[in-house]
């Protein structure tokens, strides 16, 4: 397994000198106004019922303070509502992303609790012992230094408090593994390309989850850097996994 501590991921979307962070951002930045719409047709809406399930595993601890890592347009922070928090404060390197998002947060009446601002797990500035739950939709495998990323969170959250991660990965089984990778080097690149003017970033997407250190590797990585509890469940047959920990 690669090492974690440093840039653990070699892959990046575009492939020139630029650092990890900046090239995902210009990706997110290019498909923004075609995001949403593309995650729910690739998906065929499934991550959507994936976001509710993170909700309501972390429901038991009624989290009135939580941050939203990797938020894009916001979606797993407006599904955070149900929760009934007194505050989410969504974070991403795509301005182009949370544009969208904030425009999403206005259409809701929801500024006054959520607020979209920039930034990234690593560099994140909130107080120690501030958050009840950080949540992360999609969005770890693009960290430009994964450890680095998870001990910051690590330091924001409250003990006690909750890590949720939401994240693709790669499935084992027949006849899923054999569909997936059919999925991911015909139908998505060829959608991606002919939607978002930008194919790069849809073949980006499977060489990302492909070095992910997916489901046991990952809780492996939270428990080094300090979490507690750290457990993993499949869903969408293994396409995806919740992952849970603790401070």
């Known amino acids: 397994m690669r090492s974690a501590g440093n840039k653990m991921n070699p892959v990046t979307p575009y492939n020139n000198t630029e ?4 090239q995902v951002a210009q990706m997110f930045d290019n ?23 993170c909700i309501k595993l972390i429901s038991d601890k009624q989290p009135k303070t939580i941050l939203d890592v990797a938020t894009g347009t916001g979606d797993f922070a407006i599904a955070a509502m149900k929760l009934n ?31 979209l601002q920039y930034g990234d797990a ?21 960290f430009e ?13 409250k003990p006690g408090g909750q890590l949720c991660v939401l994240e693709f990965s790669s499935p084992r089984q027949f006849p899923v593994k054999q569909f ?8 998505t690149p060829t959608l991606g390309k002919l939607f978002s003017k930008d194919s790069r970033a849809y073949t980006y997407l499977p060489e990302s989850i492909k070095a992910f250190p997916d489901n046991e590797r990952f809780t492996s990585i939270l428990d ?13 047959f293994g396409l995806a996994a919740i992952y849970l920990a603790e401070k």
């Open 145 to 157: 230094n994964l450890e680095k990323g998870l001990t910051n969170m690590l330091r924001i959250l």
């Open 85 to 115: 928090p007194d505050k989410i404060v969504g974070v991403d390197i795509s301005e182009g992303m949370m544009k969208f998002g904030r425009e999403k947060l206005q259409k809701l009446q929801l500024e006054k609790i959520i607020t």
């Open 180 to 187: 997936y990778k059919f999925h991911f080097k015909y139908i």
């Open 19 to 22: 650092s990890k962070k900046e």
């Open 122 to 142: 690593e560099t994140c500035d909130l107080p120690e012992n501030s958050m009840d739950a950080i949540t992360v939709g999609f969005g770890v495998r693009n």
């Open 224 to 236: 080094k850097v300090g979490y507690t509890k750290s457990s993993f469940r499949s869903v969408g």
């Open 31 to 53: 498909i923004a106004f075609r995001y949403d719409f593309l995650n729910s047709l690739l998906s065929l809406g499934i991550h959507k019922g994936w976001r509710k399930k």
